[in-house]
């Protein structure tokens, strides 16, 4: 992959990110890709592998951000940790989808999530920086995509279908 294939790719996260948030409610700006260390109280973690790119991702975000977008249900530990971990799942599906698009096939895993009082994330070398996101009330949420091409990747400009798929979130009964 070429600067120009990565620079689409971090794009393309950043705006599953937003897409995804603003889809549960919570209203996010962009701050940008910046480098260093981040800080949180919950962290999801998710895999995903495929033929040519494998690596994982990573939703860096409050508490009070999680409770607040909670589609149902009594803002439990549990339930807050659950619906960090379905965020993460929820983002990666949307990655996935665009990353079809571009010809790139991955399968996810499972989410884990870990939770504490402020758990400071420091960069592993493929992802050096994260997507930094500030909530309207000044929270901050993080989300590291950490991508290993394989040399035999191509990333293939998107090509527009005439066909229409159902959207991230929509419901489909047949």
């Known amino acids: ?21 603003e889809g549960v409610e919570i209203s996010l700006e962009y701050r940008g890709l910046l480098p260093g260390s981040t800080s949180a109280t919950t962290i999801a973690v998710l895999g995903f592998a495929g033929e040519h ?7 860096e975000a409050p508490e009070g951000v999680l409770e607040r977008s909670l589609p149902c249900g009594e803002p439990t530990p549990e339930a807050v940790l659950d619906w960090a971990g379905e965020l993460a799942n929820q983002l990666c599906g949307r990655i996935k989808n665009r990353l079809l698009g571009h010809g790139v096939v991955i399968q ?15 960069a592993e070398p493929t992802a050096k920086a994260a997507h930094q996101f500030q909530t309207d009330r000044g929270e901050g949420i993080a989300v590291r995509f950490s991508a ?8 293939l400009p998107v090509v527009e279908s005439s066909e229409s798929a159902v959207d991230e979130g929509d419901c489909l009964l047949f």
């Open 53 to 59: 790119l494998r690596g994982a991702l990573v939703l």
């Open 108 to 122: 996810l895993a499972t989410p884990t999530v870990i939770s504490g009082q402020v758990t400071t994330v420091t």
């Open 1 to 21: 992959m070429d600067k120009s294939d990565w620079d689409c790719l971090h794009q393309l996260v950043a705006d599953c990110a937003l897409a995804l948030f």
């Open 148 to 155: 290993l091409p394989s040399p035999e990747i191509v990333f």
